[in-house]
């Protein structure tokens, strides 16, 4: 496994649509380890394979979200998703803070869906249909776009830059 080099906006290939996967090989399988680590490197809780520079749709992400607010974070659990799809969106929605991996240093107020079903297939070309909800569903929603060339900044009601010095950790919405 290499980390590989995230791509920072205004590159153009975070605006272009991605290409589907037609064979699941050993470079398929290399970029998804490459991935992993550079997700888990950054840190972030999600990557798509635009954002290092590799036009497929293939995404990683990796979260666990406590059942509420005074418990701690569950055991994360990681998803390979190859050519995912979302097949259902819940009609209700919320705004949320998120930041991207593409964007250092930048936070938006997003509008997403509270639940989605993401219809893929894991690494092993297995397919795959994942109801998520929550934060999870939002980071699906976040890196799906990134695989249709929509930018997180692009759904922002409000966008806003972070200085150095209000950082005080990683955004846990940075994908």
């Not at 993401?118 to 297995?126: F, I, T, W």
């Not at 976040?142 to 209000?166: C, M, S, W």
Request: net charge negative.
């Amino acid at each position: 496994m290499a980390t590989r080099e995230i791509v920072n906006y205004p590159n153009e290939i975070l605006e272009q649509k991605a290409q589907r996967v037609e064979r699941i090989d050993a470079d398929i399988q290399t970029l998804i380890d490459d991935m992993i680590e550079t997700m888990r490197n950054a840190p972030g809780v999600g990557l798509a394979a635009p954002q290092v520079n590799v036009p497929l749709r293939v995404v990683v992400i990796e979260y666990g979200e406590p059942e509420n607010e005074d418990e701690e974070p569950a055991e994360k659990q990681l998803f390979t998703l190859i050519n995912p799809e979302i097949s259902r969106m819940s009609r209700e929605k919320e705004m949320g803070t998120e930041g991207c991996l593409s964007f250092p240093g930048i936070l938006a107020e997003v509008e997403r869906s509270l639940g989605v079903t993401v219809v893929a297939q894991d690494r092993n070309g297995d397919p795959l249909k994942i109801k998520a909800e929550g934060w999870l569903a939002r980071i699906f929603q976040h890196e799906i776009d990134h695989l249709n060339g929509v930018l997180f900044t692009e759904r922002a009601q409000k966008v806003y830059e972070i200085k150095p010095d209000e950082e005080t950790e990683q955004d846990p919405s940075a994908a």
